[in-house]
């Protein structure tokens, strides 16, 4: 069997001369195949006496995958041509060529490929050439490929593009079988098309003259070759249909791919070079210019984007996943994921995964959140769109009385460009009381996990009531690490120090907040930040820019330095200083007495690091406190934080984009007594302890003195454990 | 509550089942990150787990399921650039095949994934997923991915055919395959039957390449295997047998399930079913002394979300052989329709009509038997004295000996879970 398709501009008669092909190839005796790829779904009609057949696309949309059918799609045309329809969605809604692929799948799947065709003919529309109306000209279903052109300059173009398609499929393999040229009947026509077929080394197979006869037949259903089998058009259509016989026995050969370049085309078809004009050269004078130093003065939509976004890095995590960490942080909320059910299983899994192991492992249960639908967007709704769905879903929501629903988008439901507004909108209207808040971060169209946490932070803050007041003694905790297990445990050690000095936790912005608590967020008067990552950073800014929110300069203060010195500056604030110095006496007496007491085990120590965290001030106040000397920080890199701010800069040698094979010499060249990592590494070496460096260490008093103690029992344990060994036998 | 997983899940593990093979997502890395850590937990095959091993780009410091980290960028030019970039990089340290998944954005992109094999030269060693149902249950996209496998790699079977039998539908996210393989070689063994390959759950390339040799297929749950064991027959005329009781879950449904192989391959099961005897023997001594104390198990009640081949026997073995109440029953999505059909007849029989078809969440139960999210999050809320995990994803308990759900071994497991699960305030 051989496998045809016929490629070309919209509009340009591929139907007419795909339907009329197919027949000249049926009359001589062949068994033929036609599979419309159009939307607009009329490639076989006058195969059919003109009436219209079930599509694909309207049997994947109406029939249960298990029930379906090849018998259902596959109709007998004009002389057994069997005829297939694509179809399509509506238009301006879902994905065309997502369906042309389902339609492929489908085939396949129900066995047409078991059918002893000759012959299969694909009519495809050109003028789109993403993935999906490119799949006929893959390999595995065109044989040779036609190219129907008329002599527009648009038409050619078409053709070009898709010639240029066909050479990112083969390379120089030749798969063109030639141009089939459908007459518009325009002055200088054929030496467009003579000259285009030159420039791309192709032969004109077959040059269909413009006639009435198209239009006679159309209007019986049928065929011209059916309707007037005399004719000269019938007979071009049956020498085309020779040529193709031809193809398959070797004796016409294909040719490979040699498209045109956009300026060499516009020099053959227009007969004039078109320069492209440089931004600096013409621009718009429309656009207001400063007065001295001409440049453009529009407002520029200012965003906030995270690390990876800015630098263009590869992207950790999904944006997506990350504005649902937000959003679901809101009690009384409901976040309904638009997409496929995977995305909701994932990300529901890790903050499953969190509660499970804040409970486990520190006995805390994390208090209410906000609950999480989806809707479960298939492969019907990748072709046509999920706003059905996706109104439904709204709706079930708003009939159950939620506040405040969150919208999160997926990857398919951006690429497919489903409209949001439109479905938030008709819900809105028939439920004022519930408040659809759209968080369109489309999965990772927006960027990573971090951008996404942003996004969720700034959505979240739409519900802030500018018009509250700050109240004394009230602050607001910002940019809790949510995916951390000991959050809770965290934060309850910050507001029992908060309330040591008589301050107050207004709003947990966002930890497991309420609506109500989110509304009142600017009653905090000081505003903490849990930690100085680069997202973290990112919300401090939008919540400063847009609320006028003030920050203290500290976030949550690990070890004894940092949370003496983030009481003092609190304390100043409260007016509760001598509370703080209390507590802070006693705290150091036990610093002072845990620090001497440890000493004589860790003094003198060599320690390696090596982090993706950037800020460790707290490790290094504990290892220079007992002693111990600090060979390295080596830097990984780090997809949430980059730089490297410390007190100690200029004491420690430090060294950025550490890698596994440095640590490992300089592990041997300098024989350290502790390694810390992030992730300790599994190999054995004598001489050399290795203990892991927290995420999210514990916050609060006493985490140093926790490490310095586990150091000293660690030195005193064999170097390497005896499972280890059996590693280096894995290996 | 965990989302349950969907066929992009279930097509990910059945090629991440294989011992030596391996699968390479086109997607963003979201897709990627959770299902190469649920691989490495279920499955792991390296000494370590620290990323700066696997620092290499495609692996994000993982050891499982490299991508192709797609971004805006090949959403609009289409992802061939990165897919011909990773398949070399991924393919020298593969001894097996590389199964390519489209993610559900990627599947828009409509990118040739056989082009890049041909380009790259690794046509044999790869398999293209190109869309894999998404939303639909995870057994289906386990399946389909499964025969894409077998399609490409099983070879005729020759003229010398094998007295080994295959073991089908157990896969890697099945919770405890390891032990449960072993418990069900034991059984089998006992009956003389040898066991070639158990497909696809920590089976090699070369295992599934002679497959087709196999005298029976042996459906374990049938979710995940029987229309592997109809390619089977169909292709190769190896029959398979399917126990209408389900899984091998419990005494009975292992009784049925010997009895239904003995009957099908002609051969002897008394040795295997004296195991099950002994077994029973020291159950009855236990539970006797604990029910003359407590009146206990029966009349405790239970409540279970699992696949169909599991909830089926579990459920009627509990229900008959302990007397304990089923408060909630539930099958996850794709179940065998004759289980689910044999299962929801059996509520009705039995009285307990309104317990089907629930989520095991709905009221306080003694025993929960579920996944291990379900179960923790229903411990945690004080709605069950005990859980069983039956599923996955798994709860964060570390199992060092090797344990399954299955068999005369899996009978005991289970009623020692249930009989301590019972005696636990809530």
């Not at chain 1, 390999?139 to 053709?159: P, Q």
């Not at chain 1, 909320?333 to 509660?355: A, E």
């Not at chain 1, 927290?694 to 344990?717: K, T, Y």
């Not at chain 2, 169909?234 to 399930?257: L, M, R």
């Amino acid at each position: 069997m051989i496998q045809i398709a016929l490629y070309g501009k919209g509009g340009i008669g591929k139907s007419t001369v795909s339907s009329n092909l197919s027949a000249a190839l049926a009359e001589s005796g062949k068994k033929v195949l036609q599979i419309g790829c159009d939307p607009k779904h009329d490639s076989t009609r006058l195969l059919t006496n003109g009436n219209s057949i079930t599509t694909v696309m309207e049997y994947i949309r109406d029939t249960l995958p298990e029930d379906r059918l090849l018998g259902d799609i596959l109709f007998d045309g004009y002389k057994g041509v069997s005829c297939v329809e694509a179809g399509g969605p509506e238009p301006g809604v879902g994905c065309a060529g997502r369906g042309i692929l389902s339609m492929f799948e489908l085939l396949d799947r129900l066995g047409i490929h078991e059918i002893p065709f000759d012959l299969s003919l694909y009519d495809v529309l050109g003028d789109v050439v993403c993935g999906g109306f490119a799949v006929p000209l893959r390999r595995e279903y065109a044989d040779a490929v036609f190219l129907v052109t008329s002599g527009e300059y648009m038409a050619l173009y078409a053709a070009n593009n898709i010639l240029r398609g066909i050479l990112n499929f083969d390379g120089s393999s030749p798969r063109v079988a030639g141009i089939i040229h459908n007459g518009r009947g325009l002055e200088h026509e054929d030496e467009r098309v003579d000259a285009f077929a030159k420039a791309v080394k192709l032969p004109v197979v077959a040059s269909i003259p413009r006639s009435e006869l198209f239009a006679e037949a159309e209007k019986q259903g049928k065929t011209t070759l059916e309707a007037f089998p005399d004719s000269d058009v019938a007979t071009v259509f049956r020498d085309l249909s020779e040529y193709i016989s031809h193809l398959v026995t070797g004796s016409n050969r294909l040719y490979p791919s040699k498209p045109l370049e956009n300026s060499e085309m516009e020099t053959l078809v227009l007969g004039r070079n078109i320069p492209v004009i440089k931004p600096d050269q013409i621009s718009s004078t429309h656009i207001p210019k400063g007065p001295t130093d001409g440049k453009d003065t529009l407002p520029v939509r200012k965003n906030l984007y995270s690390k990876s976004v800015r630098n263009k890095e590869p992207l950790h995590g999904c944006a997506f996943a990350g504005a649902v960490t937000t959003t679901s942080q809101v009690n009384g909320s409901l976040t309904i994921i638009h997409g496929p059910r995977s995305c909701g299983h994932i990300v529901t899994h890790f903050l499953s995964s969190n509660v499970l192991a804040a409970r486990s492992r520190h006995g805390t249960d994390l208090p209410c959140k906000g609950e999480i639908a989806s809707t479960d967007m298939g492969e019907t709704s990748f072709i046509f769109g999920g706003l059905e769905e996706l109104r439904n879903k709204l709706e079930e929501a708003a009939s159950q009385g939620w506040e405040i629903v969150f919208l999160v988008t997926t990857c398919p439901a951006g690429l497919i460009g489903d409209d949001l507004e439109t479905a938030v909108s008709m819900v809105q209207e028939q439920y004022p009381r519930t408040k659809i808040i759209p968080v369109p971060v489309d999965g990772n169209l927006a960027g990573d996990f971090a951008q996404g946490l942003v996004e969720g932070w700034k959505k979240v803050s739409e519900l802030i009531d500018n018009s509250v007041s700050p109240e004394k003694g009230f602050v607001n905790i910002v940019a809790e690490k949510n995916l951390s297990d000991n959050v809770e445990v965290n934060f309850q050690t910050i507001e029992s120090l908060l309330d040591d000095i008589g301050l107050k936790v207004n709003c947990r912005f966002l930890n497991s907040t309420t609506i109500d608590s989110i509304r009142q967020f600017k009653k905090g008067e000081i505003n903490i930040l849990a930690k100085k990552d680069d997202s973290s950073q990112l919300v401090r800014d939008h919540l400063e820019n847009c609320f006028n929110a003030s920050f203290t300069d500290m976030n949550f203060p690990i070890g004894f330095n940092e949370t003496s010195k983030w009481l003092e500056e609190l304390s100043h604030l409260s007016g509760r200083k001598n509370d703080a110095e209390m507590i802070i006496e006693k705290e150091k007496q036990i610093y002072d007495a845990e620090m001497t007491r440890l000493r004589p085990f860790l003094q003198g120590k060599k320690v390696l690091i090596n982090t993706y965290s950037r800020s460790i001030d707290w490790l290094l106040d504990i290892i220079f406190d007992l002693g111990m000397d600090v060979l390295k920080i080596g830097l990984l890199h780090s997809s949430a934080e980059e730089g490297f701010s410390s007190k100690y800069a200029g004491k420690v040698h430090v060294e950025d984009n550490y890698t596994a094979q440095q640590r490992e010499k300089d592990i041997l060249d300098h024989r350290p007594h502790l390694v810390l990592s992030n992730y300790p590494p599994m190999f054995a070496s004598d001489g050399v302890h290795y203990d892991s460096i927290p995420f999210c260490p514990e916050v609060g008093f006493r985490n140093d003195i926790f490490m310095a103690q586990r150091w000293s029992r660690l030195l005193r344990l064999p170097e390497i454990e005896g499972w280890k060994i059996d590693g280096e036998v894995i290996r | 509550m965990t989302f349950i997983p969907d066929a992009l899940t279930g097509s990910i593990f059945a090629a991440e089942s294989i011992e030596d093979c391996c699968v390479v997502l086109n997607s963003p890395t979201g897709c990627k990150f959770y299902h190469a850590h649920i691989s490495n937990q279920q499955y792991p095959r390296e000494s370590s787990l620290d990323p700066l091993s696997f620092a290499e780009e495609f692996y994000f410091g993982q050891p499982r399921i490299p991508c192709t980290y797609l971004d805006e960028d090949d959403y609009v030019a289409g992802s061939s650039e990165k897919l011909l970039s990773i398949l070399p990089n991924v393919a020298p340290r593969q001894k097996g095949a590389i199964v390519v998944i489209n993610s559900p954005g990627a599947t828009l992109i409509g990118d040739d994934l056989k082009y890049t094999f041909k380009e790259t030269g690794l046509e044999d060693q790869c398999v293209a997923i190109e869309s894999v149902d998404f939303s639909r249950s995870a057994p289906e996209g386990f399946e389909k991915t499964l025969l894409e496998i077998l399609k490409k790699y099983v070879r005729e079977p020759g003229k010398s055919s094998s007295e080994k039998v295959n073991i089908l539908g157990l896969s890697i996210s099945h919770k405890h395959w390891e032990g449960t393989i072993k418990e069900i070689k034991r059984l089998l063994d006992l009956m003389g039957v040898e066991v070639g390959s158990v497909i696809p759950a920590g089976c090699s390339m070369d295992e599934i390449k002679a497959s087709g040799q196999a005298s029976f297929n042996i459906v374990l749950c049938a979710e995940y295997g029987l229309q592997v064991a109809k390619w089977y027959e169909n292709k190769f005329g190896i029959p398979y047998i399917y126990c209408p009781e389900g899984a091998p879950v419990g005494f009975d449904a292992t009784v049925s399930f010997l009895n239904s192989i003995a009957e099908a391959m002609d051969i002897d099961a008394s040795r295997a079913l004296e195991d099950i005897s002994q077994a029973r023997k020291t159950a009855y001594r236990k539970i006797a002394r604990y029910n003359s104390l407590t009146g206990l198990p029966k009349g405790a009640t239970f409540s279970i979300q699992a696949d169909s081949s599991l909830a089926l026997p579990l459920t009627k073995w509990l229900y008959y052989y302990l007397g304990m109440a089923p408060m909630a029953v539930k099958t996850l999505p794709g179940g065998d329709p004759e289980y689910e059909r044999a299962l929801c007849e059996f509520m009705k029989e039995i009285g307990f009509t309104d317990e089907w078809d629930i989520f095991p969440g709905d009221q306080p139960v003694d025993i929960a038997i579920a996944d291990g999210h379900t179960v923790g999050s229903l411990r945690n809320q004080n709605m069950c004295r005990n859980g069983i995990e039956i599923a996955l994803p798994a709860g964060e308990y570390l199992d060092m000996v090797q344990k399954t759900y299955m068999g005369t071994t899996g009978a005991l497991m289970i009623l020692e879970e249930v009989l301590n699960g019972i005696r636990m305030l809530s």
